[in-house]
């Protein structure tokens, strides 16, 4: 093959050709400045504290515990550098660093392989380039992979198992650890406080290997390069210079279903609507924002016919104990009776509590004090509509 299109390939580079190849065409051929919106950015800042605060117990030589107060500290001073602003924000990098530290418990340094570890791994004519965030040793024959996600979303376990960045990472961690018989294969969720694991077979890395140059064989044909309208647009890095992006905004669509049990074009124009719905939505929260900043100042404003207005609604919690005591007074009822009745406890309320109890009880035992509390629980079930993309 003469000279490639694409110097190197990377998970990065095979993904947004995937999801857009008109945004591919931007970033990696034409070489537009990119603007990350604010989900990436604080990705990044995360990962440059998680990189720092590890690469400090391998310099070090450490073995212990995490040090929260550092922790801490560098991320005031990658916040000072990243651009990022906001007091809620911030907020939830604190509650992330603070969560990860106890997950993590005692550490090693000698346990940690690699941080931010590069790999070069050939494919066909092709090289992919790509850096893991870390691996740990396990024993004397497993080494485990873990990547970091800010990702507000937990993966279903299709996307896991399927997953190619992940199938990369293995095949990379197999040719720099060649004794490593077994590879763990991990996604810290950082906003969970969860590893989702899995692994993968010698069918699944073939076939990675085989899609990969397959993709990059395409990625290095293509003449051109469409935008392609998904879910993803309102955070991509390029949306400023793409028409789709710009006819999205407008309202602009392109496929309307004009016979309704013709079932392909009413998925076809569902799936237009579903994606124009979400660009328009984050739009619509992206202008309030400036009309709030602006609230915070005055009372109302009267624009373009339309009035103004901060304001408080209030919702009312019954604290337990004295409600029923009234009650009880008033009506005669038994207290377990009326706890029966009224009583019930919040799944947000305890999930927090525990998590935090898992701070002292370890997460085995959490694991089985949800399972017995989740068979106390009543289920209610509700039709819900779900839809997924396929390839």
Same mark, same amino acid.
């Given at each position: 093959?003469?000279?490639?299109?694409?110097?190197?390939?990377?998970?990065?580079?095979?993904?947004?050709?995937?999801?857009?190849?008109?945004?591919?065409?931007?970033?990696?051929?034409?070489?537009?400045?990119?603007?990350?919106?604010?989900?990436?950015?604080?990705?990044?800042?995360?990962?440059?504290?998680?990189?720092?605060?590890?690469?400090?117990?391998?310099?070090?030589?450490?073995?212990?515990?995490?040090?929260?107060?550092?922790?801490?500290?560098?991320?005031?001073?990658?916040?000072?550098?990243?651009?990022?602003?906001?007091?809620?924000?911030?907020?939830?990098?604190?509650?992330?660093?603070?969560?990860?530290?106890?997950?993590?418990?005692?550490?090693?340094?000698?346990?940690?392989?690699?941080?931010?570890? +590069?790999?070069?791994?050939?494919?066909?004519?092709?090289?992919?380039?790509?850096?893991?965030?870390?691996?740990?040793?396990?024993?004397?024959?497993?080494?485990?992979?873990?990547?970091?996600?800010?990702?507000?979303?937990?993966?279903?376990?299709?996307?896991?198992?399927?997953?190619?960045?992940?199938?990369?990472?293995?095949?990379?961690?197999?040719?720099?650890?060649?004794?490593?018989?077994?590879?763990?294969?991990?996604?810290?969720?950082?906003?969970?406080?969860?590893?989702?694991?899995?692994?993968?077979?010698?069918?699944?890395?073939?076939?990675?290997?085989?899609?990969?140059?397959?993709?990059?064989?395409?990625?290095?044909?293509?003449?051109?390069?469409?935008?392609?309208?998904?879910?993803?647009?309102?955070?991509?890095?390029?949306?400023?210079?793409?028409?789709?992006?710009?006819?999205?905004?407008?309202?602009?669509?392109?496929?309307?279903?004009?016979?309704?049990?013709?079932?392909?074009?009413?998925?076809?124009?569902?799936?237009?609507?579903?994606? $124009?719905?979400?660009? $328009?939505?984050?739009?619509?929260?992206?202008?309030?924002?400036?009309?709030?900043?602006?609230?915070?100042?005055?009372?109302?404003?009267?624009?373009?016919?339309?009035?103004?207005?901060?304001?408080?609604?209030?919702?009312?919690?019954?604290?337990?104990?004295?409600?029923?005591?009234?009650?009880?007074?008033?009506?005669?009822?038994?207290?377990?009776?009326?706890?029966?009745?009224?009583?019930?406890?919040?799944?947000?309320?305890?999930?927090?509590?525990?998590?935090?109890?898992?701070?002292?009880?370890?997460?085995?035992?959490?694991?089985?004090?949800?399972? +017995?509390?989740?068979?106390?629980?009543?289920?209610?079930?509700?039709?819900?509509?779900?839809?997924?993309?396929?390839?």
């Amino acid at each position: 093959m003469s000279a490639l299109r694409n110097e190197h390939l990377s998970y990065s580079r095979l993904s947004r050709f995937e999801a857009c190849p008109l945004s591919y065409r931007l970033h990696y051929l034409d070489k537009h400045t990119s603007e990350p919106g604010v989900p990436l950015s604080f990705g990044k800042a995360l990962h440059a504290v998680l990189e720092r605060l590890l690469q400090d117990v391998i310099d070090t030589e450490y073995a212990g515990p995490l040090s929260e107060e550092h922790a801490l500290q560098l991320y005031r001073e990658e916040w000072a550098t990243s651009g990022l602003s906001g007091l809620d924000l911030f907020q939830q990098g604190l509650g992330i660093l603070q969560d990860f530290v106890r997950q993590q418990g005692r550490v090693d340094s000698r346990d940690i392989l690699a941080i931010e570890k +590069e790999f070069r791994l050939p494919v066909g004519p092709f090289t992919v380039l790509g850096f893991i965030d870390r691996v740990d040793w396990v024993d004397d024959e497993t080494v485990h992979v873990m990547d970091y996600k800010s990702n507000h979303q937990l993966f279903t376990r299709e996307e896991l198992d399927s997953s190619l960045q992940l199938s990369l990472y293995a095949l990379a961690a197999r040719r720099m650890w060649p004794w490593a018989k077994k590879v763990r294969l991990s996604m810290w969720m950082l906003r969970h406080g969860v590893r989702q694991e899995t692994t993968r077979t010698e069918e699944q890395l073939d076939a990675a290997l085989a899609y990969v140059e397959t993709l990059g064989q395409q990625m290095e044909k293509a003449e051109s390069f469409p935008a392609r309208l998904n879910p993803n647009c309102v955070y991509c890095d390029h949306r400023s210079n793409c028409p789709a992006y710009a006819k999205a905004l407008e309202g602009q669509r392109d496929v309307v279903c004009e016979d309704t049990a013709d079932l392909e074009s009413v998925a076809r124009e569902r799936q237009e609507v579903a994606h $124009l719905a979400k660009i $328009l939505n984050a739009r619509k929260a992206e202008l309030e924002g400036v009309l709030r900043a602006h609230l915070a100042e005055q009372d109302e404003l009267v624009l373009a016919g339309t009035r103004y207005r901060m304001f408080n609604t209030t919702s009312l919690d019954y604290p337990l104990e004295p409600t029923v005591a009234v009650l009880a007074r008033a009506t005669g009822l038994p207290r377990e009776e009326l706890v029966e009745r009224l009583a019930s406890v919040e799944k947000k309320a305890l999930d927090a509590l525990l998590k935090d109890a898992g701070k002292r009880l370890g997460t085995a035992r959490v694991a089985l004090l949800k399972a +017995e509390l989740d068979s106390l629980a009543a289920k209610h079930h509700s039709p819900r509509f779900w839809a997924k993309e396929v390839a």
